[in-house]
């Protein structure tokens, strides 16, 4: 499963560290993350805001799950 977290606090942190650890996620993304997160996920460069991005990346990367 391709999971998207949108976000770049502490609590999108403790979401990616505890969803990598989990046999259902094959690829995990942050956007836009933070320094943290990067070392557990792949950070992508998109605003929580910029929502036609959004939808890109979800379509480009199918991804199975966004947590906002």
């Known amino acids: ?3 998207l977290i949108l976000g770049s ?3 999108e942190h403790t979401f ?3 969803i ?3 046999p259902l996620c094959d ?3 942050v956007a836009p ?3 943290g997160t990067a070392q557990i996920a792949q950070n ?3 605003g929580v805001n910029d929502f036609d991005a959004i939808k890109s990346l979800v379509l480009e990367k199918k991804i199975d799950m966004v947590i906002v």
């Open 1 to 3: 499963m391709t999971i």
């Open 9 to 11: 606090g502490g609590r």
């Open 16 to 18: 990616a560290w505890k």
């Open 20 to 22: 990598s650890q989990s």
């Open 27 to 29: 690829n995990l993304l």
């Open 33 to 35: 993350g933070n320094s």
């Open 44 to 46: 992508i460069a998109i």
